[in-house]
T-cell receptor, first 112, second 116 residues
């Protein structure tokens, strides 16, 4: 039972355009969500997060949107840069616990 | 070295052999997590430590898997009698303390285990 789903395994975007990565979850107890970015042969690195009390969080070129009723979140990157090419993982947690549940990742390729 | 380190970076072993994977967390981080990423899968939670104790071992796939942490620092994940389905990247992460929303997890580069 996959509680966090990233249904698009890959995405290609032209440099300068917007990248939109999507994530769906099923557990209504999740109240904190994170995005991690992973380059080959490296561990994931934290990118941005959002609490369930918000519907948007912005950090520079990165914005995460949360739609609690749809149990859906998305990561927007604008403008996309070639250095953004990586695998992006969505994660969710119940903030009363220690356990993050990760999605399967979306490989983003930004074309120069 | 300020980050989480893991060793070895790659390990090839024969089916049936035991392997030990090591994680050095960020100094001062009391929480330590082990995850596994199999091909085409997300990160699968295995176990976490708060200090030297592991309150939840439910993520360990079988009794062939065990983990320990000593001195509130280094952790080892041991897989006994390895099977081909154990082949995966094993990732370690640490955070200041355990707690889902407040404390970001910092990941190491992982150990790629291949069981032949």
């Amino acid at each position: 039972d996959q509680q966090v789903k990233q249904n698009s395994p890959s995405l290609s975007v032209q440099e300068g355009r917007i990248s939109i990565l999507n994530c769906d979850y099923t557990n209504s107890m999740f109240d904190y969500f994170l995005w991690y970015k992973k380059y080959p042969a490296e561990g994931p690195t934290f990118l941005i997060s959002i609490s369930s009390i918000k519907d948007k969080n912005e950090d520079g070129r990165f914005t995460v949107f949360l739609n609690k009723s749809a149990k859906h979140l998305s990561l927007h990157i604008v403008p996309s840069q070639p250095g953004d090419s990586a695998v992006y993982f969505c994660a969710a947690t119940d903030s009363g616990t220690y356990k993050y549940i990760f999605g399967t990742g979306t490989r983003l390729k930004v074309l120069a | 070295g300020a980050g989480v380190s893991q060793s070895p970076s790659n390990k090839v072993t024969e089916k049936g052999k035991d392997v030990e994977l090591r994680c050095d967390p960020i100094s001062g981080h009391t929480a330590l997590y082990w995850y596994r990423q199999s091909l085409g899968q997300g990160l699968e939670f295995l176990i976490y430590f708060q200090g030297n104790s592991a309150p939840d071992k439910s993520g360990l796939p079988s009794d062939r898997f065990s983990a320990e942490r000593t001195g509130g620092s280094v952790s080892t994940l041991t897989i006994q009698r390895t099977q081909q389905e154990d082949s995966a990247v094993y990732l370690c992460a640490s955070s200041l303390i355990a707690g889902g929303s407040t404390y970001e997890q910092y990941f190491g580069p992982g150990t790629r285990l291949t069981v032949t």
